[in-house]
């Protein structure tokens, strides 16, 4: 198993570029998440899904949206970048969607907008 | 909302062991977790607590207090490789139960 896969692993983007960073997981889990980290801010929900076909907004949306086709993947887009949005990117999914389930982490896209 | 209380740093000696404290507000308590993070690294898993008392796992263990809604992370016998950022976190139960992280405590664990 590979878990949960994020791709790209680094991006620069110029400000007003658009971008979709893809994560995948394996494990046929139904839950899935985007979170941001910045330094000293620890791990922020940006948006997360329930299940195929649905997803819902997070902590701090504004400026993103995402998308969840199929349900082994979740696409997080940016559509026109910012430098605030400067910062890494993890995914993360688990099955039961509960604070005793473990989440698996993808690991991680560090994007930086110039 | 929710708030979560947590050291922003702490260093320990190798060998030593070294507590990290939470403090936690929360409507609709479901549970405290530990989630570890090496530099660069995803976060990983470490416990999780529901009920009071104390949960041990290896050199790690994990206390809560839901009355203080207080929890610690305990980690004995501390190496090297325990040099990393951990977090707790409590569910989210407004945002289809992600979790609702702390800023984390940089552990820097020393000769």
């Known amino acids: 198993n590979a878990g949960v896969t994020q791709t790209p692993k680094f991006r620069v983007l110029k400000t007003g570029q658009s971008m979709t960073l893809l994560c995948a997981q394996d494990?046929?889990?139904?839950?899935m998440y985007w979170y941001r980290q910045d330094p000293g801010m620890g791990l922020r929900l940006i948006h997360y899904?329930?299940?195929?076909?649905?997803?819902a907004k997070g902590e701090v949306p504004d400026g993103y949206n995402v998308s969840r086709l199929k349900k082994q993947n979740f696409l997080l887009g940016l559509e026109s970048a910012a430098p605030s949005q400067t910062s890494v990117y993890f995914c993360a999914s688990s099955y039961y969607g509960q604070v005793y389930d473990e989440q698996y982490f993808g690991p991680g896209t560090r994007l930086t907008v110039t | 909302g929710q708030s979560l209380e947590q050291p922003s740093e702490v260093t320990a000696v190798e060998g030593a062991i070294v507590q990290i404290n939470c403090t936690y507000q929360t409507s609709g308590f479901y549970g405290l977790s530990w989630y570890q993070q090496h530099d660069g690294g995803a976060p990983t898993f470490l416990s999780y607590?529901?009920?009071?008392g104390l949960e041990e796992t290896g050199r790690f263990s994990s206390f809560l207090s839901r009355s203080d809604s207080y929890g610690y992370l305990l980690l004995q016998e501390l190496q090297m490789k325990d040099s990393a950022s951990y977090f707790c976190?409590?569910?989210?139960?407004?945002?289809?139960?992600?979790?609702?992280f702390g800023k984390g405590t940089s552990l820097l664990v020393t000769p």
């Open positions: 976190a409590v569910m989210n139960s407004n945002s289809g139960y992600a979790l609702n």
């Open positions: 607590n529901a009920l009071d």
């Open positions: 899904s329930v299940g195929e076909g649905t997803t």
């Open positions: 494990m046929n889990h139904e839950y």
